[in-house]
């Protein structure tokens, strides 16, 4: 059955969508492609697109999901260069695919959405928005808004780093003026950020000091290379493309299992944790370096990372690694618990995001004057990461329990995207100003979540970004892909309550 793209007055809603990195782009396409619905604006924040790809820009980034897989099902990019694409590559990808379907040219860049509020007189959103150029603000209504600023969007900067007196930076906010060539660097954390950048500026830096809290469980990076042949194949031989992609796919689902504490998973888990031993005890061949990089804590509870090149960066005779507590920071000396001191020149954090701060409290006011964010706090209430009771109209991508641990993210983006343009349709269809999920449909999945969590390892005892203060996993989705796809692949009517016209 196809959708219904108009009102029965032949109009169509008005549609805000912020951020242009993956999600919204994927957003604004899906309504054109979908609905024919071109009465949308995009709002972002830096000057280019590209969201996390054109924020992170560190030496070495890249993405842990195969090329294959981290692009658009209706838009594959046959001419990737390599099985793991480095982050210029990708940021190039999604910039072609928004030239293709002239998405570029209707961006409002340097444009900061303030506060967001639902006006229920109206049955409309009003919108705060700043140009960052000249300063000027305006307020604009739409019936619709699709929020794509993605959870890896705030960086995390710990206070006791403001102390340091020389140059430092978070690795989401890369300091390309300042030269490491033959400077005393100190890099904080150890998880994917830092496994990335090390070896990649290592050669660079007279001495490198590394403070972990507790290490990383790694897996090798097999990153041969696509040649002509491969690509000849992917662009003109019917269905190998499409076959390769659905092997990856296969392939990443099936590594779901590795992170399940259910018995009948128990030797896919036990050979993934062997592989990580036998990569550590390969390639690491000082003992107290190797027990300083061993994990311990259930594999999978924080984020997996592919590397090959970290563990011999690490051995390198200019690498510092320390595992004390840091004691204090200030002028350029860091002083650990056990009293040693490192002088450094810059310093590097590479520390994480704030996952759980899409939005400043007081920014998005929803329902009855709800301060969405503060009512959710660290305990999102929603529909499938999608909306929930406080946002009629509003649709989050990779929104609460929605991110991964074992696939690509935009498998999610796609078919959250394509509900919400279900969900449009049912309003044009059913004559509706305003649409809303039920406070059962959204307790119902939370619970969900929350009882399947129980049997992943995600609910072990670690410090994971996946996890609020409380222990709870908020973050990502229990299962695999397919299982999340196959609850939203029809509108279901009853889990929502609307509000015709008038």
């Not at 060539?181 to 150890?190: E, F, N, Q």
């Not at 696509?226 to 194949?233: C, G, L, P, T």
């Amino acid at each position: 059955m196809g959708y219904t793209k108009t009102y029965k007055n032949g109009s169509t809603p008005t549609v805000c969508i912020i951020g242009a990195g993956f999600s919204g782009i994927c957003a604004a396409i899906r309504l054109e492609t979908q609905l024919n619905l071109t009465s949308y604006e995009i709002f972002e924040l830096e000057p280019e697109l590209g969201g996390t790809w054109w924020s992170n820009t560190y030496p070495g980034v890249g993405c842990d999901i195969r090329s294959h897989n981290y692009a658009f099902s209706f838009e594959p990019n046959y001419d990737w260069s390599c099985v793991y694409a480095g982050g210029a590559e990708i940021l190039q990808y999604l910039r072609s695919v928004a030239r293709k379907y002239r998405i570029d040219n209707k961006i409002q860049f340097r444009t900061r959405v303030g506060r967001v509020e639902w006006r229920a007189d109206l049955k409309k959103w009003r919108i705060g928005i700043e140009n960052l150029e000249t300063g000027e603000n305006t307020e604009k209504y739409f019936d619709l808004v699709f929020s794509g600023m993605g959870p890896l969007r705030v960086p995390k900067i710990p206070q006791e780093f403001e102390g340091f007196e020389g140059p430092k930076w978070h690795t989401a906010q890369w300091n390309h003026e300042f030269d490491l060539t033959g400077k005393r660097v100190a890099v904080i954390g150890s998880g994917a950020s830092a496994i990335q950048v090390v070896p990649a500026i290592v050669d660079k830096v007279k001495s490198l000091e590394f403070y972990q809290r507790s290490a990383t469980y790694i897996i090798p990076r097999s990153n041969g290379r696509y040649n002509a042949v491969w690509r000849f194949f992917f662009r003109h031989i019917p269905f190998f493309h499409w076959i390769y992609y659905k092997y990856l796919y296969t392939v990443a689902e099936f590594t779901l299992h590795a992170f399940s504490t259910k018995w009948q998973h128990k030797l896919v888990r036990l050979f993934m944790v062997w592989g990580t031993w036998l990569v550590r005890r390969t390639q690491i061949k000082n003992k107290r370096l190797r027990a300083q990089l061993t994990p311990h804590y259930e594999m999978g509870c924080r984020r997996i990372v592919v590397s090959s090149d970290f563990y011999p960066a690490m051995q390198r005779s200019n690498v510092h690694v320390h595992t004390t507590e840091i004691q204090s920071v200030k002028g350029n000396t860091i002083t650990l618990k056990d009293g040693t001191t490192q002088e450094v020149d810059a310093l590097i954090l590479a520390t994480g995001f704030n996952v759980f701060e899409l939005m400043p409290e007081g920014r998005i006011l929803g329902k009855d004057g709800c301060d969405v964010l503060k009512t959710w706090g660290q305990d999102p209430k929603t529909y499938y990461g999608i909306t929930g009771v406080e946002t009629p109209n509003m649709f989050f991508l990779l929104g609460p329990n929605t991110a991964l641990g074992h696939n690509s993210v935009l498998f999610m983006i796609e078919t959250q995207v394509d509900y919400a343009i279900k969900t449009i349709s049912f309003m044009m269809q059913n004559e509706l100003s305003s649409i809303q999920a039920t406070g059962k449909a959204c307790q119902d999945f939370v619970d969900e979540v929350e009882e399947k969590m129980k049997g992943m390892v995600w609910s072990s005892n670690c410090l994971s970004w996946y996890k609020n203060d409380q222990g709870r996993v908020t973050a990502l989705w229990y299962g695999d892909c397919s299982s999340y796809a196959k609850r939203l692949r029809k509108f279901k009517p009853e889990h929502f309550l609307g509000v015709r016209k008038v």
